[in-house]
């Protein structure tokens, strides 16, 4: 690593041997292949989350999406190619209308163009992000870290849509960027597939008063609303709305154990955590008030965080806390949803890329704490285990450290013979 002395505090770059961090990266691709491999049975007998959307698709397809929260006709369709019952459908329905031409294809072929299309959004999110935060790492190199994170692995895996809304986040990033705030929320709301995502990060912009963000917005919304009418009528919109309400209450739960098995201890957020660790005796409406102050604590300092954005630099922080907040404190988000976490890390991590100094604590500690959000055995064994939601004390930490170091407490600004200087004495 580079380094000098700048008033009594240590500068220093990060820079990481590529052979050392191409040697772990390669590790956990390696370990992400074999769980894949040893789980290919059961993906083929369609046991993951793919045959939700696949019959859901053939469903709407063979003129039955009135049927589609209905939950035998919905499972006599899922039984074609699974052994396993599903639950009821909790994505707004527009997004069926993208599924329906898998649905000329077997199940196996269609899971596998699928997931071969997340692997293309994925190298569209890098190719997008390199265009608007250019840096000297290489596309294979960023391309390979994308792949690595187990997030993204686990939703290649089950065959969820997470990729595809990491996709319409970055296109709405860069419209941001080119300051077509209009066009960013518009595209945005084309997200909404994952409203427990999408509203909080609209909130957030809200609060933030960035109107012209919202203002595009409203019409994509109502665009996506029509488009879900007329794939299952006004009655289907209504049934999605009571699916909705159902799991958030209190009086459903036994329902939502019995049908939708939710377990919040694979969730790795607020929600995850507080499961994870209060007691059993803790009274419920004690884990509510601390889940509703986390949640709307977390989305008011994102929403401070964007409203204080005055130039590019401060705007790209900014965005990358508040998708880091919105997926930290989402109440219904599993691992694949932590894929988003990619924009994140890719706007840090040019961020942090040289020529930028930084004190050695933070680097050192940023290092550290990359390297775990990294390690895919740990979220095996937590995933296994159920409690996922330890992992929300690492991602609060790197917030706040990421925070510290690039916009809470930022490093003094250097003359331009002083980074000659620094560049002198690093070499």
Not at 81 to 95: I, K
Not at 289 to 302: E, I, P, Q, V
Not at 320 to 345: E, K, R, W, Y
Request: net charge positive; charged share 15%.
């Amino acid at each position: 690593m580079n380094s000098t002395e700048n008033s009594g505090n240590q500068l220093i770059q990060i820079r990481i041997d590529h052979r050392v961090l191409s040697g772990f990266m390669i590790l956990m691709l390696i370990a992400n292949v074999l769980v894949f491999s040893a789980l290919w049975k059961d993906i083929r007998a369609g046991r993951n989350d793919f045959p939700i959307f696949y019959s859901n698709a053939q469903m709407v397809r063979e003129g039955r999406a009135a049927d589609m929260y209905d939950f035998d006709a919905e499972n006599s369709f899922v039984l074609r190619v699974s052994d396993v019952p599903r639950v009821r459908l909790n994505h707004v329905p527009y997004e069926l209308l993208f599924f329906i031409p898998f649905t000329y294809l077997r199940f196996v072929p269609a899971y596998v163009l699928w997931a071969s299309l997340c692997v293309g959004m994925l190298a569209c999110v890098v190719l997008i992000m390199r265009r608007i935060q250019p840096n000297e790492s290489s596309f294979l190199f960023t391309y390979l870290s994308v792949l690595t994170f187990f997030p993204v692995a686990f939703c290649l895996l089950t065959g969820q849509d997470s990729i595809l809304l990491l996709l319409i986040f970055t296109l709405s990033f860069w419209f941001w960027k080119r300051g077509q705030d209009d066009a960013a929320g518009f595209a945005l709301a084309f997200g909404l597939f994952r409203p427990q995502l999408l509203l909080p990060f609209v909130l957030i912009a809200f609060l933030a008063r960035k109107w012209r963000f919202v203002r595009g917005f409203v019409p994509g919304a109502i665009l996506v609303l029509a488009l879900s009418m007329c794939v299952v009528g006004f009655h289907g919109i209504v049934h999605y709305v009571g699916i909705l309400v159902s799991l958030g209450t209190e009086k459903s739960q036994a329902v939502l154990d019995a049908q939708w098995t939710i377990k919040p201890g694979r969730m790795a957020t607020w929600r995850g955590f507080l499961t994870v660790c209060l007691p059993a005796w803790v009274p419920s409406w004690i884990s509510t008030f601390l889940l509703l102050c986390g949640t709307f604590a977390g989305l008011l300092w994102a929403a401070s965080k964007l409203r204080r954005a005055k130039n590019a630099t401060s705007f790209d922080i900014a965005f990358a806390m508040c998708v880091a907040v919105v997926a930290l404190t989402s109440f219904h988000s599993f691992l694949n949803d932590f894929s988003l976490l990619v924009l994140p890390l890719l706007i840090f991590g040019s961020l942090l890329a040289p020529p930028r100094y930084i004190p050695r604590k933070n680097a050192l500690l940023l290092v550290t704490v990359g390297f775990i959000f990294f390690l895919s055995p740990l979220y095996m064994f937590l995933l296994l285990t159920d409690s996922l939601g330890w992992l929300l004390p690492v991602e609060l930490f790197a917030l706040w450290l990421l925070n510290r170091t690039l916009g809470g407490v930022p490093v003094p600004e250097l003359e331009p013979r002083s980074v000659e200087a620094l560049s002198a004495a690093a070499t």
